[in-house]
Structures are given as C-alpha cells and as structure tokens.
C-alpha cells in the first residue's frame, strides 16, 4: 500500500512538471498611441500551466501578483492570456511558438518582448523601476488678483519664484535616483541611465526646486 501511494505522488510530480514551462523574455520595444520606441533592460520570467500562465522566477515559483487565465487564439493566431499580473490587469498575447509576447495595459501601452536564455546568473526577474506620478494639478481660480493657498490669501507678487515643488520637495533632485542620475537594479546588479528625470534633476521643476502655478 505504501508503495503504490509513493508512486502516484511521483506521478502526479511527474505530471505536473511536464505541464508547467517557464520561459525568460526581454522586452524590446514600446508602443505608445501606435508609436513604436525601441526599449530595454526589462526581462522577466512567465511560467505557463495548461491553463494559464503567470509572473516567477527561474524554477516557476510564483511571484504572487496573480494569474493569467487562457481566453483562447485571437483572429491573428495570437495565443491570449488575462488577469492579474506585475503590471496590473493585462492582456499577455504570446505567438503560437511562446517565442514572442505583446503585453497590453490598461492605459493601452504595449511592451513587446522577445524569448531568450536568461543571462548568466539571473535567476529573478528584473524590471525598471516604476515611473513617478506627477502632482495633480487642480484647475486655476478666477483671476481675482489673490489666490487661495493652504487656507491663506497670497498675493500674486509674493508667489513670483513660483511653489516648492511636490516632486523633489523643494531638493530639485531626482527622488527616484537621489540626483545621480543613474540607479543599481536590485535583481541583476546592473547600472541603469534613470528614465524619471533629467541627468538627476527632478523631472517635475528641472531641477529648480520651485515651480509656477497652483496645485
């Protein structure tokens, strides 16, 4: 009896592991408004189930954002997968060979990847580091010659170097890179140009720590 449970836990194992692949992608470009750029230095690893796929690392352990459910093939030929992912809710959109991935996001940006063997000794994946948000701007007053700011009357005089900027706090540096200008990917140790400013300025006020307007 003993035996015969040893065997159908190593067939199930045996089974599983014959179902679930995992591949590394590069992206290599983006298409922004049907404009495409190229782009690098974002690869990741997708490990694929019979029915569905989702974000891991080298040996297919999830890294828990979510899963991707099969919806079937598009009228392209495209293999198309759903769900929850490392960019949010997403479209994955692989080529009948798993050879290329188009990645759609709910903005409608699409990140087109290439399949490659991983780099040596890179074993997670590795992704740039998300973009800033910008201040949100709240529509100007009437010009009535003072504005309203923090409950208090300011003359427009007195506000002529413009407001501490929100996006470096007043540093004028970058506050993703701290002004460098470049930054260390934490999963494969390589230096990146920073793409959230201007040469390590703040990418909101340039460097200038103020900035004109209301918000």
């Known amino acids: ?28 470009a983006v298409v922004t408004n049907n404009v ?8 990741h690893f997708i490990t694929f189930t019979s029915k569905a796929c989702y974000d891991s690392d080298i040996e297919g352990y ?12 598009t009228s392209n030929n495209l293999h198309c997968y759903s769900g929850k992912s490392y960019f949010g809710t997403a479209y994955y959109y692989f080529s009948s060979d798993r050879s290329r991935l188009n990645i759609k996001k709910q903005n409608g940006e699409i990140l087109v990847y290439v399949r490659k063997t991983p780099p040596r000794g890179v074993t997670r994946s590795s992704r740039p580091r998300p973009e800033p948000q910008p201040p949100v701007v709240n529509p100007t007053p009437p010009d009535t010659g003072t504005l309203p700011i923090n ?5 427009k005089s007195e506000d002529s170097e413009g407001r501490t900027c929100k996006g470096c706090n007043g540093t004028g540096l970058c506050t993703m890179c ?5 930054y260390k990917n934490k999963y494969d140790g390589n230096i990146y140009e920073c793409d959230a400013c201007h040469n390590g300025k703040c990418g909101v006020c340039n460097g200038k720590g103020k900035i004109k307007g209301y918000f």
């Open 1 to 28: 009896m003993r035996n015969a449970l040893i065997l159908i836990l190593l067939t199930l194992v045996g089974t599983l592991s014959l179902s679930a692949q995992t591949y590394y992608y590069e992206r290599e």
């Open 36 to 43: 495409k750029r190229s782009a690098s230095g974002d690869g």
């Open 62 to 73: 999830s890294e828990e954002f979510g899963t991707l459910m099969y919806e079937g093939v």
């Open 151 to 155: 409950n208090k009357e300011t003359t």
């Open 178 to 182: 701290k002004g460098l200008g470049v």
